[in-house]
């Protein structure tokens, strides 16, 4: 049985009718990681024993028809920041290394504990979540499998990766600033930015607590419906999770999109967007448009001011959350002790933080000290505000607003990383979405020239994932591209 091209959602009929047997299923999955991770590096951790014990106490369940989990016998992948309970949890990073949380995150109580899914590994990821491209991380780059030679957006690259490559069937990102849209975008699948506040994050590494949310990270529109459903909800271990109704989301994106009207901002389609993608988004919304869909121009007005407000409270987020790993209280000490406590602190994250994360400490920290944090730090709250209310603004006449997920499609490994703030300025069309707290789907809407995938960003009112999703699957329905598989992945592969 061709097993590589089902999506998540398929194969879960065909356990559930026992067709085949999860055995079969984790196996496969791991015959396909041992053959395709050398050339993709989508991994830095795997758990084959583990997944191929559940696999055959599954197997022997199903046939004692015991409850079935939504995601009985799924293959799934899991970010490197999210913890898994006595298995690494490293972020990606010299100073996590050898740290095995004691507790799971509360996403991952639900979708291994609770509903069956089978956690095969962690996938890799920019240090701490820092960047757009998974060339930040300490385990070396992923490659993505469109083009060994690119990268595969970040900083969810080696999620984005192993779901279009087959290793994995679903798999959870976290998105800060654009970290699950970005790879999704690059690497031609779907990934979902929750509302802030509807996922929990309690078990999720801290990057920037006002911004991060946990997401999925599928082949289809449905399969992220489905797991959207289960990791939803009110979580009493996160005080920031919100208590407001979960759609049945996999039933809502059935309904027509006929008589919908969604909003195009005129800033999303400036110069700095290249021109094929532009026009692959321009073309998927004439099919919107078929679908008895009307659009109408909208405006973002202070979108120019995004990456600079972003950057600065990510960062002070971020020099704050960080300051705990001192090797110390938190992460691996130095092995040189010379000197004094303090001398030893800052050999430590001297030492065990990569360029980027020192860069984004530095700069937080400035953000955040006496005398300039009124410059910075609260005039970009301030801006954040505003960038919301251009949102609210624009909400009045449109039921959802589209445009382009990244103004590019994937770059060169090498040629963005030693220029950070080129590398910031792809994010202009996602981070606005995390500085508003709304939820968002990148969804694959056609190749480029050099057949590279490019995403196509729907963005949604507060708490609409069901509008999102529904504008996303019928989209998706009309546009039938998402079976498009990348070449190298093909066969045995
Ligand atoms: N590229 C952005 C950054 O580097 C987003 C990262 C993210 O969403 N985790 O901050």
Same mark, same amino acid.
């Given at each position: 049985?061709?097993l590589?091209?089902l999506?998540a ?6 356990i559930?009718?026992?067709? +085949?047997?999860?055995?079969v299923?984790?196996r496969? =999955? *791991?015959d396909?990681?041992e053959?395709?991770?050398k050339l ?7 758990s084959?024993?583990k997944a191929?014990?559940?696999?055959k106490?599954?197997?022997s369940?199903?046939?004692k028809s015991?409850?079935? @989990?939504r995601l009985?016998?799924?293959?799934f992948a899991?970010?490197d920041l999210?913890c898994?309970?006595d298995?690494p949890? %490293?972020?990606?990073?010299n100073i996590?290394q /050898?740290?095995?949380p ?5 996403? +991952?109580?639900?979708?291994v504990?609770?509903? /069956?899914?089978?956690?095969? /590994? ?5 240090e #701490?979540?820092?960047?757009?491209s998974t &060339?930040?991380s ?9 083009d060994?030679?690119?990268v595969?957006g970040?900083?969810? /690259?080696?999620a984005?990766a192993?779901i279009?490559?087959?290793? =994995?069937?679903i798999a959870?990102?976290?998105d800060?600033?654009?970290?699950i ?6 690497c031609?699948v779907v990934g979902?930015?929750?509302t ?6 309690y078990?999720l ?7 991060d949310q946990?997401?999925p990270?599928?082949k289809c529109v449905?399969?992220? =419906?489905?797991?959207?459903?289960i990791?939803s909800g ?6 920031t999770?919100?208590?407001i109704k ?6 809502e ?9 969604v909003?195009?901002?005129k800033?999303? #389609? ?11 988004v ?14 109408? &121009?909208v405006?973002i007005?202070?979108l !120019?001011?995004?990456?600079a ?6 960062m002070s !987020?971020?020099s704050?959350?960080?300051?705990r790993?001192?090797g110390?209280?938190y ?10 406590v *303090?001398d030893?602190?800052?050999r430590?994250r ?5 360029a980027?994360v020192?860069r984004r400490? *530095?700069?937080?920290t400035?953000?955040l000290?006496?005398?300039y944090?009124d410059?910075y ?7 954040r ?5 251009d949102?609210q603004?624009?909400?009045k006449?449109c039921?959802v607003?589209? @445009?382009p %997920?990244?103004?590019? %499609?994937?770059?060169k490994i090498g &040629?963005l990383i030693?220029d950070?703030?080129q590398?910031?300025?792809i994010d202009i069309l %996602?981070?606005?979405v ?5 939820? =968002?789907l ?6 480029d ?5 490019i995403g196509?960003q729907?963005? @949604?009112?507060? *708490?609409?994932?069901?509008?999102i999703?529904?504008?996303g699957?019928?989209?998706e329905q009309?546009l039938?591209?998402f079976?498009?598989?990348?070449s190298l992945?093909?066969g045995?592969?």
């Amino acid at each position: 049985m061709e097993l590589n091209n089902l999506m998540a959602y398929e194969l879960l009929e065909k356990i559930k009718n026992r067709e +085949i047997t999860i055995q079969v299923v984790i196996r496969n =999955a *791991f015959d396909r990681i041992e053959k395709s991770d050398k050339l993709f590096h989508s991994f830095v951790n795997l758990s084959k024993e583990k997944a191929l014990k559940k696999a055959k106490d599954f197997d022997s369940n199903i046939q004692k028809s015991r409850k079935i @989990g939504r995601l009985l016998g799924l293959p799934f992948a899991n970010k490197d920041l999210i913890c898994v309970k006595d298995f690494p949890t %490293t972020c990606c990073s010299n100073i996590l290394q /050898g740290y095995q949380p004691p507790y799971n995150a509360s996403v +991952i109580e639900k979708i291994v504990e609770q509903e /069956g899914a089978i956690h095969i /590994g962690n996938t890799n990821m920019d240090e #701490f979540a820092m960047g757009s491209s998974t &060339e930040t991380s300490c385990y070396g780059p992923t490659y993505n499998p469109w083009d060994l030679d690119r990268v595969p957006g970040g900083s969810s /690259g080696g999620a984005a990766a192993s779901i279009i490559s087959n290793q =994995a069937k679903i798999a959870l990102g976290s998105d800060t600033g654009g970290s699950i849209r970005c790879p999704a975008s690059f690497c031609g699948v779907v990934g979902l930015k929750p509302t802030y506040g509807r996922v929990s994050r309690y078990g999720l590494i801290a990057f920037a607590n006002s911004l991060d949310q946990i997401g999925p990270i599928t082949k289809c529109v449905y399969d992220s =419906a489905l797991m959207l459903e289960i990791i939803s909800g009110k979580d009493p271990q996160d005080s920031t999770s919100v208590d407001i109704k979960v759609d049945k989301y996999t039933e809502e994106i059935k309904k027509s999109v006929e008589k919908k009207t969604v909003g195009i901002p005129k800033e999303f #389609f400036s110069d700095g967007i290249e021109p094929q993608v532009k026009n692959s988004v321009k073309n998927a919304i004439k099919k919107l448009e078929s679908l008895g869909v009307s659009s109408i &121009e909208v405006t973002i007005p202070h979108l !120019e001011y995004t990456i600079a407000t972003y950057y600065i409270l990510c960062m002070s !987020e971020a020099s704050s959350n960080l300051a705990r790993y001192d090797g110390q209280r938190y992460g691996k000490m130095s092995q040189n002790l010379e000197g004094d406590v *303090f001398d030893v602190f800052n050999r430590t994250r001297g030492e065990k933080f990569g360029a980027e994360v020192r860069r984004r400490i *530095f700069l937080g920290t400035y953000a955040l000290s006496a005398g300039y944090y009124d410059q910075y730090y609260i005039k970009a709250l301030k801006v954040r505000t505003l960038i919301k209310n251009d949102f609210q603004e624009a909400y009045k006449n449109c039921d959802v607003i589209i @445009g382009p %997920t990244m103004p590019c %499609t994937a770059f060169k490994i090498g &040629e963005l990383i030693n220029d950070p703030i080129q590398m910031y300025t792809i994010d202009i069309l %996602t981070c606005p979405v995390n500085l508003a707290g709304l939820p =968002a789907l990148s969804i694959p809407c056609g190749f480029d020239n050099d057949e590279l995938p490019i995403g196509f960003q729907i963005i @949604g009112n507060y *708490f609409d994932e069901s509008e999102i999703l529904n504008v996303g699957y019928q989209l998706e329905q009309e546009l039938n591209i998402f079976r498009k598989i990348p070449s190298l992945t093909k066969g045995g592969m």
